[in-house]
C-alpha cells in the first residue's frame, strides 16, 4: 500500500463520463471504487492497459504520487518517443478503433501502444500492444511502480462514475 495520498484537484481542468470500454491507454481516469481494503476510494489513474473482455483496467495511480514525482514520470514517458495529444473522437480521432466516439468533448491523452491503433498505415494487433507495452513497463515503469508501489488493477464491477480526466500536465512538463 502507498504511504500517502495527494490531493491533485488544480491540475484538474475539465472532466467528462465515459464508458469503461472508450477508455483507452494514455487517458487520465477518475471513479469512485469501492472494496473491503480499498485505501484510495476516489482513484486518480494514468491507463496503462484497459482489459475490458476481462473486465479490469490496470493503470498507475497518481494520488499516490507528488507532483514533483508526476512530473519525472510524464518526462520519462515523453522521453521513450511517446506524445501527448488532445483527443477529439468527433474530428481527428481514429475511426476504426472498437468503440470510438463514446466521448463527447476533447481530451489530453498520452500516445501509449493501443490495440487497433493506426500506427503508420497498419493497425497495431493486440500481440505486438501487450509487446510494446512491456517493453515500456520495464525499460521505464518498472523502477517507478516497483519503487512507489502506484501499479493498480481495477475490477470494473467495484467502479462506479467513469469520468475522463483532462489534467494540466503541460503545466508540468511545459
Known amino acids: 500500500m502507498a504511504k500517502a495520498k495527494f490531493n491533485h484537484a488544480r491540475r484538474i481542468t475539465d472532466t467528462q463520463d465515459v464508458n469503461i ?5 494514455g487517458t487520465i481516469i477518475s471513479f469512485n471504487y469501492s472494496g473491503v481494503k480499498v485505501y484510495d476510494k476516489k482513484p486518480l489513474v494514468l491507463v496503462l492497459w484497459n482489459d475490458y473482455s476481462n473486465y479490469k483496467v490496470h493503470g498507475i495511480n497518481l494520488n499516490y504520487l507528488s507532483e514533483f514525482k508526476i512530473k519525472k514520470l510524464m518526462k520519462k514517458l515523453i522521453k521513450e518517443d511517446n506524445t501527448f495529444a488532445v483527443q477529439d473522437q468527433q474530428g481527428d480521432y481514429d475511426d476504426e478503433l472498437p468503440y470510438r466516439n463514446m466521448i463527447r468533448d476533447p481530451y489530453l491523452r498520452l500516445q501509449l501502444p493501443t490495440y487497433k491503433q493506426n500506427r503508420g498505415g497498419n493497425p497495431l494487433s493486440k500481440a505486438e500492444a501487450v509487446a510494446q507495452m512491456d517493453h515500456l513497463y520495464e525499460s521505464v515503469l518498472k523502477k517507478i511502480v ?29
Do not use: F, H, Q
Open 146 to 174: 516497483t519503487k512507489s508501489d502506484i501499479y493498480r488493477t481495477y475490477i470494473k464491477s467495484k467502479m462506479r462514475t467513469p469520468k475522463v480526466v483532462t489534467y494540466d500536465i503541460r503545466g508540468l512538463v511545459g
Open 21 to 25: 470500454k472508450a477508455v483507452y491507454p
